[in-house]
């Protein structure tokens, strides 16, 4: 059974920090793309970041360049996404997603993913 599970989300003041984690199984992990998104009340779910598992290459949304760090644990088979310097706009439902393949074609584009974590809530207060 494919699971992906993430953890870490929260509530914290703005100009702080939180690392979510996405957990993943049942599949060939180093195979997979592993993609962050995220969807605030009343908005369009969009892309955050990506993360190749086969050579580690990076893509980021522009609003979170410079801001969030992806990072991936092979032998975990576990993505983290460090978000420093957080802004209420931020606030948002986050989920990882995984698709065959890497990220350079995929990248924001939610219908080239495969599989999806239920999502963790992270919340910026001003």
């Known amino acids: 059974e494919v699971q992906l599970v993430e953890s870490g989300g929260g509530l914290v003041q703005a100009g702080g920090s939180l690392r979510l984690s996405c957990a993943a199984s049942?599949?060939?992990?180093?195979?997979?793309?592993i993609g962050w998104f995220r969807q605030a009340p009343g908005k369009e779910r969009e892309g955050v970041s990506c993360i190749s598992s086969s050579d580690g290459s990076t893509y980021y949304a522009g609003s979170v360049k410079g801001r969030f760090t992806i990072s991936s644990d092979n032998a975990k088979n576990t993505v983290y996404l460090q978000m420093n310097s957080l802004k209420p706009e931020d606030t948002a439902v986050y989920y990882c997603?995984?698709?065959?393949?890497?990220?350079?074609?995929?990248?924001?584009?939610?219908?080239?993913?495969?599989?999806w974590g239920q999502g963790t809530q992270v919340t910026v207060s001003s």
């Open positions: 049942g599949f060939t992990f180093d195979d997979y793309a």
């Open positions: 997603a995984a698709g065959f393949g890497g990220c350079r074609y995929r990248f924001g584009v939610q219908d080239e993913y495969d599989y």
